[in-house]
């Protein structure tokens, strides 16, 4: 499986980004991760094929996870970003419990 993401960036407090994944193939569930410099990877949001959603407490009302199954796409948009959403983002695809595929990161940063 490959994941091909897009969008990360720089934006102001308070500002908003759309992050895409595209995988090549369909997958049940897809999300996205972020990885803060010393921090673990952590989940950000996730969203199933029949699109059961799974988000974070500390993005639920800012961001929104979305996917387009036709193009085996997963979105994140990004709302009210904050400078502790400063992070590499990741996206993921998980076809059953215990295996993961990953794409390259995309680095979000959040500053004024």
């Known amino acids: 499986v490959q994941l091909q993401a897009s969008g990360g960036g720089l934006v102001q407090p308070g500002g908003s980004l759309r992050l895409s994944c595209a995988a090549s193939?369909?997958?049940?569930?897809m999300g996205w991760y972020r990885q803060a410099p010393g921090k673990q990877r952590e989940l950000v949001a996730a969203?199933?094929?029949?699109?059961?959603?799974n988000y974070a407490d500390y993005v639920k009302g800012r961001f929104t996870i979305s996917r387009d199954n036709a193009k085996n796409t997963v979105y994140l948009q990004m709302n009210s970003l904050k400078p502790e959403d400063t992070a590499v983002y990741y996206c993921?695809?998980?076809?059953?419990?215990?295996?993961?595929?990953w794409g390259k990161g995309t680095l979000v940063t959040v500053s004024s």
């Open positions: 193939e369909s997958i049940f569930s």
């Open positions: 993921n695809a998980s076809p059953y419990y215990g295996l993961n595929y």
């Open positions: 969203i199933t094929s029949v699109r059961s959603t």
